[in-house]
């Protein structure tokens, strides 16, 4: 069967960008005319209010998600590691830790290719680089769920993609094991991957992340992180209406029936917003 | 060359009281090759049906293929070549018509499932009691596990052989799409392949165990081997190992019990496997009554 084509030891990331990207859902806009260039090896922090399309943004950046208009150059065909925020995971499988992060390794053993001793040496560093040493045999419904998500990262590892997408990959871990994680962070950048993660602890943001993407349905400033995470920015950032107004005209750049023709026939600002225009 | 030494053995189980009827009877005999076929195969694929979390889409499906085997019936009479095309083929079209559902629009796999096979059903009921007659749909629910002919044994055995080589092949892309199929769809294309691939292997079994034991008692050889290994083991391996043991146990003492006690032989046989499953429920290490009582000892770490 045919799989993403897979060169092993080919790391190099890609130049991601979006251009003009609306992604939504019921043509209501969750992700609003944003664009943006991601250099190959950032480490990226996506943030922004609850609702404000962090979330539906990575998923397009994973291919989940087909935009309702615009585009995401870079992508295509690039092996891309991507952990959502709730994983289809279901910790009662009876398996046991090192079978399910081997499965990291689907991109070298396929469906049918054999494990072998140093696909199982691979498995095991990586569980060594987690703190999950000791932890091959168990079964998965044994573990906590912080434990849990250094063998998901585990497998983050093994899958070795050049662009690493995570959403919210630290909610319900604690400060020891987001601490190591985040080290691993720093490792997949220095060796070139690009590094996308949704996160909500902004002093985590602060401390680790150079770049900043701050999100609110529109892009409210990309760059930097000191200079993204500014009062103003944040205060604007917070002004955004969360529900979806049902009433709302359609935009004035909205897809004609042709595709995504108003990208090019009506360049848009991203200070523009829907919410003003829908207010009797 | 080896007949003395068979002779005594034969002419010592012939003599047997318990095990001498599969000896001395022809349908006896194709009815064990029937159920052990059968075992081989629905075993496993029920440990995978209930991982998946599938176990009543089972039952569904075995429903769902009634439509099928009537039409066939209409057609071609009590044809085993008849009915077996229709009923894969009524099974084929609901788990694909619903697959595609559920993958498509907001529906979950289960109403999609449910809607389709009682389609299907409502269909096939109406076929059978407007043309067939009560013989007829007493053999299409119950199965005819004691009038086996060559060749139904010989699909019994067919559909093993395909279901063991589909199981191979699909063996890790099926449990990833168990475990963790977002995972899956994201670093191949296998998904849909061990989707429909499985539920294209679950068709087929309850096709063979309609034959066998008929649509009502298809799923039992499924679903309560995999239920009772859950009880006693922790791990995919010797689930699949202890499944198809159980049902292979509970064919050859169904059998032989429906033969003593002159019993309709596809309930006896999934209500060895049940006498298995409630046993186990009682008495095995994940069972209810020893996973309820706290440890007496613990461990230092």
Not at chain 1, 33 to 58: D, E, F, M, Q, Y
Request: aromatic share 6%; net charge neutral; glycine share 8%.
């Amino acid at each position: 069967m045919p799989h993403p084509p897979a060169d092993p030891t080919a790391s190099a990331a890609p130049v991601i960008e979006l251009h003009n990207l609306t992604l939504g859902y019921d043509r209501h806009p969750a992700v609003h005319h944003v664009s943006a260039r991601i250099a190959p090896g950032s480490l990226l922090a996506l943030v922004g209010p609850n609702g404000a399309g962090k979330s539906t943004l990575i998923k397009a950046l994973a291919g989940e998600l087909r935009p309702i208009s615009g585009s995401v150059s870079g992508l295509t065909g690039q092996r891309i590691a991507w952990l959502p925020q709730h994983s289809g995971l279901d910790p009662s499988f009876p398996i046991d830790v090192r079978r399910m992060v081997a499965m990291g390794l689907w991109h070298r053993v396929g469906a049918l290719g054999r494990f072998t001793a140093e696909h199982r040496r691979l498995c095991d560093e990586a569980l060594a680089a987690v703190g999950l040493t000791g932890f091959e045999s168990r079964g998965l419904d044994t573990l906590s769920g912080g434990q849990l998500q250094r063998a998901l990262f585990a497998r983050l590892i093994l899958q070795d993609a050049p662009v690493v997408l995570l959403d919210e990959p630290f909610a319900a871990v604690d400060n020891r094991t987001s601490t190591d994680l985040l080290a691993l962070l720093h490792r997949w950048q220095r060796q070139g991957k690009t590094v996308i993660v949704v996160l909500h602890d902004l002093a985590q943001v602060l401390a680790h992340f150079p770049l900043t993407l701050l999100l609110a349905r529109e892009l409210v400033a990309f760059g930097p992180t000191a200079r993204v995470l500014s009062e103003t920015n944040w205060g604007r950032a917070q002004r955004m209406q969360e529900p979806f107004d049902d009433d709302a005209p359609l935009c004035a750049a909205s897809p004609d029936p042709q595709g995504d023709a108003h990208a090019h026939a009506h360049p848009h600002t991203p200070t523009h917003t829907h919410r003003e225009e829908a207010l009797p | 060359m080896s007949e003395p030494a068979v002779t005594p053995f034969l002419a010592w189980l012939m003599t047997n009281p318990l095990l001498g009827p599969l000896v001395e009877f022809g349908f006896m005999r194709s009815a064990l090759l029937g159920c052990v076929a059968l075992s081989l195969s629905a075993a496993p694929v029920g440990v995978f049906l209930m991982l998946r979390r599938m176990s009543l889409t089972g039952d569904a499906m075995a429903h769902a293929i009634l439509p099928g085997a009537a039409i066939g019936y209409l057609v071609a009479g009590l044809s085993l070549t008849a009915m077996t095309i229709g009923g894969v083929f009524a099974g084929l079209a609901v788990a694909v018509g619903s697959g595609l559902v559920s993958r498509n629009t907001v529906l979950r796999e289960d109403t999609s499932l449910a809607a389709f096979y009682l389609l299907s059903l409502a269909l096939g009921v109406l076929i059978v009691s407007v043309r067939g007659n009560s013989v007829d749909l007493l053999h299409v629910l119950f199965g005819t596990v004691l009038a086996l002919d060559d060749p139904a044994l010989l699909l019994l055995g067919g559909i093993c052989a395909v279901t063991l080589a589909g199981l191979a092949l699909l063996y890790r892309p099926l449990v990833m799409e168990c475990l963790d199929p977002g995972f899956l769809r994201q670093v191949s294309r296998w998904s849909p392949v061990a989707h429909y691939g499985f539920l294209g292997l679950l068709v087929i079994n309850l096709v063979a165990g309609f034959h066998a034991l008929g649509t009502l008692m298809a799923v039992g050889i499924m679903v309560l081997p995999a239920a009772t290994a859950r009880f006693w083991v922790r791990r995919l391996g010797p689930l699949l190992l202890m499944a198809t043991a159980l049902a292979l146990g509970a064919s050859l003492s169904g059998l032989l019990l429906s033969y003593h006690a002159d019993l309709p032989t596809s309930p006896t046989i999934v209500l060895s496997l049940g006498a298995a499953y409630l046993l186990s429920l009682l008495l095995a290490p994940y069972g209810a009554l020893r996973h309820q009582r706290p440890a007496s000892s613990h461990l230092k770490a």
